[in-house]
């Protein structure tokens, strides 16, 4: 094996395989080191018994323009699919009964999810002063705005499908930057979202349509794809123990494959692994950036796929539906994946995937997985009315499922950009900065790509 390369990346998930994909293509000398024995991280798709479905997240939105690049540059290799039309209605749970989340102004006044004050107050809402708060937090933005039943029943169980986490503990300017800077550069959300509808946008930009995406087959399909062009070769899997030295030029990558020690060295390391791994790999950094870095919360995250051959409860014609903490239930949310994609699972068959946990509800990771399924079946049994058992059940944890970006993350931003001035050649990435989602990462990975191709 070459011990000497251009480029190391640590982290072969959706960011690093993307980065070495891209540096690949240009012809740049790669190394991804893996400490699981196969790519893609989270991301992974299974087939059993009839059902495709979703270990890690299920989906993703095409919302930045390199995601659609990216589709395009493997548009010969695989088949990205847009949600069925008939799953665009999201559901949200209120006191026994799913109702749709309003999709437009006349749906938001006839809503039962909305106090008649609050629809008042988002008719309002473009005549309200911006805040002056940089470290505001989503409740409070939320309820200065829009008011508490729009807070409840649409922002709350929105943060719950999307960060799994807390409204009263996420900083608006970190999680939501669009929504953040709608009110600062326009004033208001309503103006915003009109004004910006209207500015000119590039042909590429006009195909980020913000539609729900997967691949054909399931999204282990673009992982492997990706995996295949980058080449078998710039791999190594079942590593452990990875310790990143700065030398004189470069760095020095030690690290265990298999329980065999090995030494490489690189002119440049990208990481892309979550901040609590960061700290061990990285020994050479002070203490206090290495706390600055690792102060970073995960939400605790547990997804049962329950899968029926046959199915007898409501129809399922939608996206899926969102639980708001308000309710007290011990789920997030139900997604409905045989809705949203085609050959998911057989014909009058279902597919069901319960979340559960977040930041609200830590301890249900730790409950047993007899324990995880009579929950699972109970949410099922009471909000979609079936008593029927299932053909299918499987359960997933994820311990750090989602970062959590909170006040912190300012300073680890900050730490993150001092450190990569500081020692030339480092560079931090993956979903420790620059967003959550999948168009997140592939935004951030061709843009250090692309730095790195044109140095």
């Known amino acids: 094996m070459k011990l000497d390369h251009d480029i190391i990346i640590v982290g072969a998930g959706l960011t690093g395989l993307t980065i070495a994909y891209y540096l690949r293509k240009a012809g740049k000398d790669v190394l991804v080191l893996e ?61 026994g009964k799913w ?21 008042f107050r988002i008719l309002a809402e473009p005549f309200r002063k911006p805040g002056s708060n940089p470290d505001e937090t989503v409740d409070q933005l939320v309820l200065r705005r829009m ?85 078998a070769e710039n791999f190594l899997f079942n590593c452990s123990d990875i310790q990143v030295s700065p030398k004189s030029e470069g760095f020095k990558v030690n690290l265990s494959s298999k329980n065999d020690p090995l030494e490489f060295s690189a002119n440049k390391v990208i990481t892309t692994i979550d901040s609590h791994n960061l700290s061990s790999i990285l020994p050479f950094i002070s203490e206090e950036e290495r706390n600055k870095i690792s102060e ?8 049962a796929v329950v899968c029926y051959k046959k199915w007898n409860g409501i129809e399922l014609n939608a996206f899926g539906g969102l639980i708001p903490s308000k309710e007290k239930r011990n789920s997030l949310g139900i997604l409905f994946p045989g809705t949203l994609f085609e050959g998911r699972a057989p014909l009058d068959a279902a597919i069901l995937s319960i979340f559960m946990g977040g930041m609200k509800r830590p301890d249900i990771i730790e409950k047993s997985d007899q324990e995880i399924k009579k929950i699972a079946l109970s949410e099922i049994s009471e909000t979609l009315k079936t008593e029927k058992e299932p053909d299918l059940i499987k359960i997933f944890r994820y311990h750090s499922a989602i970062p959590q970006y909170e006040l912190s993350s300012g ?45």
């Open 411 to 455: 300073e680890r931003f900050n730490t993150i950009e001092s450190l990569q001035q500081q020692y030339e050649g480092l560079i931090l990435a993956g979903n420790i900065r620059d967003g959550i989602g999948m168009a997140d990462r592939v935004k951030q990975a061709k843009q250090i790509a692309l730095q790195l191709i044109n140095e």
């Open 35 to 95: 400490k699981d024995e196969q790519a893609g991280g989270v991301i992974n798709t299974l087939h059993e018994d009839g059902f495709t479905f979703e270990t890690g997240p299920n989906t993703g939105i095409i919302g930045s323009p390199e995601l659609v690049e990216l589709f395009d540059d493997l548009k010969e290799k695989i088949q990205p699919e847009t949600a069925n039309p008939k799953a665009n209605k999201r559901w949200i749970w209120k006191n």
């Open 296 to 303: 970073l919360n995960y939400a605790k995250v547990v997804q």
């Open 147 to 231: 008011g508490k039943s729009y807070l409840n029943y649409a922002v709350d169980p929105f943060i719950s499908g999307i960060y799994a986490g807390d409204p009263s503990r996420l900083v608006t300017r970190y999680a939501l930057p669009k929504l953040y800077n709608l009110e600062q550069n326009y004033g208001s959300f309503i103006k915003g979202a009109i004004k910006k509808k209207k500015e000119p946008k590039s042909d590429i930009e006009k195909r980020v349509s913000r539609e729900v995406f997967s691949v054909k087959g399931g999204l282990k399909n673009l992982i492997q794809i990706l995996v295949d062009e980058i080449g």
């Open 99 to 119: 109702h749709a989340l309003p999709s437009g102004l006349l749906s938001a006044v006839f809503t039962p999810l909305f106090s008649l004050k609050d629809k």
